[in-house]
């Protein structure tokens, strides 16, 4: 029964490495995300007379496109934030109950036991994983979204300086 509580404990460890990089890959997203919201305020800073006080439909445009960019990227921020949230992180049982449990059954019982508490934290772990996942998602979408928003704005930007 040893291998196949090598095989439940290679498992774990495997969920738990996927797990720490959704985590790590939150963390970068949020870096970046409070970099490029950092840059926004600069520019609606820097521009604010001009992009806050629409004149024609151009600057329409323009103010529709940086609101949009920028609330994009609050929203992929927020997300990034929720990866970094607090949580119990599923493991395996340890109770003073567990201990006694072991010293009451024989092996095989102990075995079984064992593995039940592997499959049932994996599946906790990947629960987690699936739902940070799907947050991690959410996040990269809202900026990949930003970022056409802002280089529509910057093309925009471009020609009507040309034009002008």
């Known amino acids: 029964m040893s291998i196949e509580l090598d095989y439940f404990e290679?498992?774990?460890?495997?969920?738990?490495?996927?797990?720490?990089?959704?985590?790590q890959k939150g963390i970068r997203?949020?870096?970046?995300?409070?970099?490029?919201?950092?840059?926004?305020?600069?520019?609606?800073?820097a521009f604010g007379t001009k992009l806050f006080n629409p004149s024609g439909g151009i600057n329409w445009i323009q103010l529709i496109l940086f609101a949009s960019a920028s609330f994009c990227m609050i929203c992929a921020?927020?997300?990034?934030?929720?990866?970094?949230?607090?949580?119990?992180?599923?493991?395996m049982p340890s109770t003073k109950n567990v201990s006694d449990y072991f010293t009451k059954?024989?092996?095989?019982?102990?075995?079984?036991?064992i593995v039940e508490c592997y499959t049932d934290t994996i599946a906790k772990v990947w629960a987690l994983i699936n739902i940070k996942s799907?947050?991690?998602?959410?996040?990269?979408?809202?900026?990949?979204?930003?970022?056409?928003?802002?280089?529509?704005?910057?093309?925009?930007?471009?020609?009507?300086?040309?034009?002008?």
């Open 105 to 113: 059954n024989d092996d095989k019982t102990n075995t079984e036991f």
């Open 77 to 91: 921020w927020g997300h990034a934030m929720s990866l970094s949230k607090v949580q119990s992180f599923p493991t």
């Open 10 to 23: 290679a498992r774990y460890q495997e969920a738990c490495r996927a797990a720490l990089e959704v985590e």
């Open 134 to 164: 799907r947050n991690l998602e959410h996040s990269q979408n809202e900026m990949t979204l930003s970022a056409w928003l802002a280089g529509a704005l910057a093309i925009i930007t471009i020609i009507f300086e040309v034009i002008k």
């Open 29 to 45: 997203i949020l870096n970046f995300s409070t970099a490029i919201l950092v840059v926004l305020t600069a520019i609606g800073s």
